[in-house]
């Protein structure tokens, strides 16, 4: 009964911005890390970077000075600001959440649909 929704992909040229959401909805008492993960044609999904409840954040080397990933706990939405965008950061963008229904539950993982971003050069 949990949703995610992502939202933002576009089309844009190299060195350009973009801010990616996901918002989550459903049957959702608290939600622990959130993330966001890629996967390009032909290759594997891969972390792009995640954040927890508390605020701490990790990032993927190949993003890191370039993503910004951030939370609305109270609208249960993770953000991914994205600038400086590069050719190879051409994907289908994928939100992930930990969550758990009600306290003392056990926690499972949610997927978002995909939103494609394709970086021109």
């Known amino acids: 009964q949990v949703q995610l929704v992502e939202s933002g992909g576009d089309l844009v040229q190299a060195g350009g911005s973009l801010r990616l959401s996901c918002a989550a909805s459903?049957?959702?008492?608290?939600?622990?890390?959130m993330g966001w993960y890629r996967q390009a044609p032909a290759k594997q999904r891969e972390l792009v970077a995640t954040?927890?409840?508390?605020?701490?954040?990790n990032y993927a080397d190949s993003v890191k000075g370039r993503f910004t990933i951030s939370r609305d706990n109270a609208k249960n939405t993770v953000y991914l600001q994205m600038n400086s965008l590069k050719p190879e950061d051409t994907a289908v963008y994928y939100c992930?959440?930990?969550?758990?229904?009600?306290?003392?539950?056990?926690?499972?993982?949610?997927w978002g649909q995909g939103t494609q971003v394709t970086v021109s050069s």
């Open positions: 992930n959440a930990d969550v758990r229904w009600k306290y003392g539950s056990s926690w499972n993982a949610y």
């Open positions: 459903g049957s959702i008492f608290s939600i622990r890390t």
């Open positions: 954040i927890t409840s508390g605020g701490s954040t």
